[in-house]
C-alpha cells in the first residue's frame, strides 16, 4: 500500500516539473522569415513567456501601433523588438533593412552551428539575461538609500532584450566582425549562461548588487 503511494506521488511530482518547464509562446502558426516554425519553441521561464511573443508575418514592422498603450509591447513581436534595440545608435542608427537583414542571416548561421531551432536558442537568451532582481531608491528627506526589488516580467523581457543588443551592437566597435557575427556570438553565449556574454555580465552584475542592497 504506501509503495503504490510513493509511486503516485512521484507521478504527481514528475508531472508538475513538465507543466513549469513547458510553457509555450505566442505565434505558434507563424513561420518567422518564411522560414522558422515557433509552433515547438517553449519557454523555460514561466513568468516572462506570457510577454514574450514570435508572431511574425512578413516584414517584422509594425509602424509603432502598439505605442503609448497598456502592455502594447506584449503584442509585439519579439523579433521587431530585437531589430529595433539592434539599431537604437552607433552606425545602424534607424537603418531597420540592414538589421533585419543581419539578424536572419544570424538564425541561418544559429541553425547551421546547432542544427536546431533558432529561435529556441534565441528564447533561451531572453530567459537568461532577464535579471529576477532589481535596485530602487527609497528617500527618507534628503537621504535615499538603495533597496532591493523584484523586477516585473514585462520590465525583464525589456532589459534582457536591451542588453542582448546592447552587447552585439558594442561588439562591432573597432572590430573587424560584421554585425551578423556579433549577433551569432552574444545570443549563443547568453543562450549557454557563458559570463563572457555581455547580458548575462549585466543580469548576474545587477543581481549582485540587489543582493548587497537587501
Known amino acids: 500500500m504506501s509503495d503504490d503511494v510513493v509511486e503516485t ?18 505565434g505558434i502558426g507563424t513561420l518567422v522569415f518564411s522560414k522558422w516554425d515557433a509552433t515547438e519553441v517553449t519557454c523555460s521561464d514561466p513568468g516572462i513567456a506570457p510577454y514574450i511573443n514570435l508572431t511574425t508575418i512578413g516584414m517584422p514592422l509594425s509602424g509603432g501601433r502598439h505605442a503609448n498603450q497598456w502592455f502594447g509591447k506584449q503584442r509585439l513581436s519579439l523579433i ?12 545602424n542608427s534607424g537603418k531597420k533593412s540592414t538589421t533585419v537583414s543581419a539578424l536572419r542571416d544570424a538564425l541561418d548561421i544559429i541553425h547551421d552551428r546547432t542544427g536546431e531551432n533558432p529561435l529556441q536558442t534565441l528564447i533561451d537568451a531572453v530567459v537568461n539575461s532577464a535579471p529576477c532582481e532589481g535596485i530602487t531608491r527609497i528617500r527618507f528627506g534628503a537621504n535615499s538609500q538603495p533597496k532591493a526589488a523584484e523586477v516585473s516580467p514585462s520590465r525583464r523581457v525589456d532589459v534582457a532584450i536591451r542588453n542582448l543588443t546592447t552587447g552585439a551592437t558594442g561588439a562591432t566597435i573597432k572590430s573587424k566582425r560584421s554585425l551578423t557575427q556579433c549577433i551569432v556570438n552574444e545570443v549563443m553565449k547568453a543562450a549557454e549562461g557563458d559570463v563572457s556574454s555581455f547580458a548575462v555580465a549585466k543580469r548576474e552584475e545587477t543581481e549582485r548588487i540587489a543582493a548587497s542592497a537587501r
Not at 521587431?80 to 552606425?91: A, D, H, I, K, V
Open 80 to 91: 521587431e523588438r530585437f531589430t529595433n534595440g539592434l539599431m537604437r545608435r552607433g552606425p
Open 9 to 26: 506521488e512521484a507521478d504527481d511530482s514528475d508531472s508538475s516539473v513538465e507543466d513549469e518547464i513547458v510553457q509555450p509562446i505566442a
